[in-house]
């Protein structure tokens, strides 16, 4: 099992940038590909991106293509996102999520993914 918990979430204007963090502790972080999801007031949750156990994998979203970037640092039990040129469209809370499962590809769908971090409010407002 792995304990999840993002931050780096805030209040930031249209075109600006805010990294996220994901700090994982328990099971080895390297044992689990990983993805962001966010959900936006009255919608679903919906898939980000994702990248695979080593980092050499990723799937981003066509909404956030070219401009958020998802990483890891396995040394650090630490999986991020960097966004930038953000949009109001972007205001949601962002989850970091854990799949333990070998795939041959990184997953999208929400019930790929067994742990769920608690969230970080991303409000993108002038």
């Known amino acids: 099992q792995v304990q999840l918990v993002e931050s780096g979430g805030g209040l930031v204007q249209p075109g600006g940038s805010l990294r996220l963090s994901c700090a994982a502790s328990g099971r080895t972080f390297s044992s689990y590909a990983m993805g962001w999801f966010r959900q936006a007031p009255g919608k679903e949750r919906e898939f980000v991106a994702a990248?695979?156990?080593?980092?050499?994998?990723?799937d981003y979203a066509d909404s956030v293509k070219g401009r958020f970037t998802i990483s890891r640092d396995n040394a650090k039990n630490t999986l991020y996102l960097q966004m930038n040129s953000l949009k109001p469209e972007d205001t949601a809370v962002y989850y970091c999520?854990?799949?333990?499962?070998?795939?041959?590809?990184?997953?999208?769908?929400?019930?790929?993914?067994?742990?769920w971090g608690q969230g970080t409010q991303v409000t993108v407002s002038s």
């Open positions: 999520a854990a799949d333990p499962r070998l795939r041959v590809r990184v997953g999208e769908r929400l019930d790929e993914y067994d742990y």
């Open positions: 990248i695979s156990r080593r980092g050499g994998s990723t």
